[in-house]
């Protein structure tokens, strides 16, 4: 993921803020179409009423994934990250998470009120257990 990191100057930020009840395990990003994930941006859970700042990402298209226990997700596919994001991520979100369904959840929030356009993963792409 070393295509991911650019210098201070030309990078892009994203701060996930947690103001759910509920710790996320794990955070992915990943270049928009990788096929892969990136490492894992925390090192430890976030706790509720905290927030993370992801620094240095070259500015670009992202697919964006929060994980809670145990193993639901949630993935903001073509995010748009130019200089500081913020995706909120409230109880509803978590609550999409654990149904199944994040295609609903409005909690990507830009910044600078840029235009943003949800683009829901396709039926193959969802693992169902």
Same mark, same amino acid.
């Given at each position: 993921?070393?295509?991911? @990191?650019?210098?201070? +100057?030309?990078? +892009?930020?994203?701060?996930?803020?947690?103001?759910?009840?509920?710790? @996320?395990?794990?955070?992915? &990003? !990943?270049? #928009?179409?990788?096929?892969?994930?990136? /490492?894992? %941006?925390?090192?430890?859970?976030?706790?509720? !009423?905290? @927030?993370? *700042?992801?620094?240095? &990402?070259? /500015?670009?298209?992202?697919? =964006?994934?929060?994980?809670?226990?145990?193993?639901?997700? #949630?993935? =903001?596919?073509?995010? +748009?990250?130019?200089?500081?994001? =913020?995706?909120?991520?409230? %109880?509803?979100?978590?609550?999409? $998470?654990?149904?199944?369904? #994040?295609?609903?959840?409005?909690?990507?929030? /830009? *910044?600078?009120?840029? +235009?943003?356009?949800? %683009?829901?993963?396709? $039926?193959?792409? &969802?693992?169902?257990?």
């Amino acid at each position: 993921m070393a295509a991911m @990191l650019a210098s201070a +100057a030309d990078a +892009a930020e994203l701060t996930v803020v947690n103001a759910s009840n509920t710790p @996320l395990q794990h955070l992915y &990003i !990943s270049p #928009c179409g990788a096929g892969q994930w990136g /490492p894992d %941006q925390f090192t430890e859970a976030l706790p509720p !009423s905290r @927030l993370h *700042t992801v620094s240095r &990402i070259v /500015p670009g298209c992202y697919d =964006i994934q929060f994980v809670v226990a145990p193993w639901n997700n #949630c993935v =903001i596919a073509g995010a +748009a990250l130019r200089r500081n994001e =913020i995706w909120k991520v409230t %109880q509803w979100t978590v609550f999409g $998470s654990q149904s199944g369904d #994040c295609s609903h959840v409005a909690g990507y929030v /830009p *910044t600078r009120r840029r +235009a943003w356009v949800w %683009q829901p993963a396709s $039926s193959s792409d &969802i693992k169902r257990e």
